[in-house]
């Protein structure tokens, strides 16, 4: 038995007809570039998560840039987010020429936590070295973090928020849809991604009407009447229309797949009791399940038995991003983020998507309760 982490395949043979005729309509209409998919993907995103506005783009990274760029985040300024979630974060705040100012995670939903929020933001205005302008949430494996508590941190400092929702599009929070949770948010259509795309591809959202023109310029070379009058440095930051047309039959069954991923990560968590620690969902929130991720002391154990199996598991993250050998100069050591770095040595995911069959959750549980004895 060999099963995939993320089988994209399964989701495929579903939609195979209407994702395989609107690839066809691309290719006969030939507006490769913004063709009418884009605008037709764009209104159904904005509407799925009550965003005014879904600005698609060339992937979920460009999407932070395009974020940060709209707040003309620059040098001196300090930008506060979690060391525990993929590079990109962090990457597209110091590509800016700003300063990422790391902030611990809650431990129990691995997410950043705003009390630590809090004193980071003052340690900073403490210093006067540099300006405190926002904060970059992730909803990491899927999982909204405390935005209560983040934007009574915003509030006070005058900061932004920007929502890295890369993994947690289409999650709940206190009945409100991730994609609108930030002053902008932003998602990936990365294939592996709950909502993901057949390539690269990304989106940003904001009900703010000034932020929307300003990030549909800065997608464009910083276009004003168009790409020729140029207004302001951008990027070359589009998402393609071969893959807004693909995109169109996947969002129709999304609603459906999120439900599907319930269903798998409660099973795993009904299996899993007592074996490992299992993921803590605070009422009032809905997980999409990027991942499902598990802690333990014997991972490595765990990992190997798995593996004999048949069954992969992958670490997210090994190292969190202070620790990283880009981020160096910032002066990070290890200990400045103790509940990170202890989540990044027991954390391992273990394999998630919506169609897992019956029984699989089990048989996970079986291969750790052997090799736990
Ligand atoms: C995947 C991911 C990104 C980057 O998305 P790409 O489309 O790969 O550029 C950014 N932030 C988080 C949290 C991610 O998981």
New binding site residues.
């Given amino acids: 038995m060999s099963v995939p982490f993320i089988d994209l395949k399964a989701q495929y043979a579903r939609i195979q007809d209407d994702v395989n005729a609107g690839i066809q309509r691309v290719l006969e209409h030939g507006k490769y570039i913004m063709g009418p998919e884009i605008a037709e993907f764009e209104a159904l995103l904005a509407d799925f998560c009550g965003a005014k506005h879904a600005i698609t783009c060339s992937?979920?990274?460009?999407a932070?840039s395009l974020g940060l760029m709209a707040y003309d985040v620059g040098p001196d300024d300090a930008i506060f987010t979690t060391p525990f979630?993929?590079f990109?974060?962090a990457e597209v705040i110091a590509l800016t020429g700003a300063t990422p100012v790391f902030v611990d995670i809650d431990p129990r939903t691995f997410n950043i936590d705003p009390q630590k929020l809090a004193i980071e933001v003052e340690k900073v205005v403490a210093q006067g070295k540099l300006k405190p302008r926002g904060i970059m949430p992730?909803n990491?494996f899927g999982l909204a973090p405390d935005f209560d508590g983040i934007d009574a941190v915003a509030k006070e400092h005058d900061l932004f928020v920007l929502e890295?929702t890369?993994?947690g599009f289409g999650g709940l929070y206190k009945g409100r849809v991730s994609g609108s949770l930030g002053d902008i948010s932003s998602t990936?259509?990365?294939p592996a991604?709950p909502l993901g795309c057949y390539g690269?591809g990304?989106a940003v959202f904001t009900s703010n009407d000034e932020l929307a023109d300003k990030m549909r310029s800065l997608r464009v070379h910083g276009q004003g009447v168009d790409k020729y009058d140029n207004v302001r440095i951008g990027l070359n930051a589009r998402f393609d229309t071969i893959q807004a047309a693909i995109m169109l039959p996947k969002l129709a069954i999304f609603p459906e797949e999120i439900e599907l991923r319930q269903k798998v990560a409660s099973a795993y968590t009904k299996a899993l009791d007592g074996l490992v620690e299992t993921p803590y969902v605070p009422d009032g929130y809905t997980s999409v399940w990027a991942q499902y991720s598990v802690l333990s002391d014997r991972r490595e154990e765990l990992q190997a038995a798995l593996q004999t199996a048949g069954i992969p598991s992958v670490i997210y993250y090994r190292i969190p991003c202070h620790l990283s050998k880009a981020f160096e100069h910032l002066g990070y050591k290890e200990g400045d983020m103790p509940e990170s770095e202890k989540a990044s040595k027991r954390i391992f995911s273990l394999p998630m998507h919506p169609y897992i069959e019956d029984g699989f959750a089990e048989q996970v549980a079986d291969v750790i309760r052997a090799a736990l004895v």
């Fill in positions: 992937n979920g990274t460009d932070l979630t993929f990109a974060t992730v990491l890295d890369a993994q990936s259509f990365f991604k690269d990304g």
